[in-house]
């Protein structure tokens, strides 16, 4: 039996498993490593269950993620009047929310960008409902490559097993 299919499996496993914690992990480019975890599983069996025109499909929604993922969070912060501070105080906020379990990481984007926008803005209202926008931005773009990723594995798994 030869072994580099088997690693090959391996690594696309964890590729794919570190995508999905990249959902929500603002470090990880989580729909990029789904992709690249899916193109290796494809690879490891020669491209014969899943070839090149399901890889081009699995690449543009990665593409079309990605625009979810920035649409999302422009829309968001921009209907409530959020500004940079915002965004970087919700990544902020999103990586010290993941010691806090769960509420921390519902929670943590959007203290992170009330603080953020409270050191920039002058009154509590306008901060909470920039910060509320980041939040929410931010929460449908996960949303959405969540939705995205799902997709993608669903696609694979069809091609491969069916």
């Known amino acids: 039996m030869d072994i580099f299919p088997l690693l090959l499996r391996i690594v696309a496993l964890l590729l794919v498993v570190a995508g999905i914690a990249g959902m929500v992990l603002?470090?990880?480019p989580g729909i990029l490593l789904v992709f690249a975890g899916l193109f290796i599983a494809a690879w490891a069996d020669g491209f014969s269950y899943?070839?090149?025109g399901t890889i081009i499909v699995l690449g543009l929604l990665t593409i079309l993620g990605y625009a979810f993922d920035f649409l999302a969070g422009a829309l968001g912060a921009r209907a409530f009047g959020a500004g940079r501070p915002a965004f970087l105080g919700a990544a902020a906020g999103?990586?010290?929310?993941?010691?806090?379990g769960l509420p921390g990481i519902i929670f943590g984007p959007f203290i992170g960008a009330f603080a953020a926008e409270l050191s920039v803005r002058r009154t509590v209202g306008a901060a909470g409902l920039a910060?509320?926008?980041?939040?929410?931005g931010m929460?449908?773009?996960?949303?959405?490559?969540?939705?995205?990723?799902?997709?993608?594995?669903?696609?694979?798994?069809f091609r491969r097993f069916f």
């Open 50 to 52: 899943v070839g090149s």
């Open 131 to 136: 910060g509320f926008g980041a939040w929410i």
């Open 94 to 100: 999103t990586i010290a929310g993941l010691f806090f």
């Open 26 to 28: 603002p470090a990880l």
């Open 139 to 157: 929460v449908a773009g996960i949303a959405g490559k969540i939705a995205v990723a799902a997709v993608m594995i669903g696609i694979f798994a």
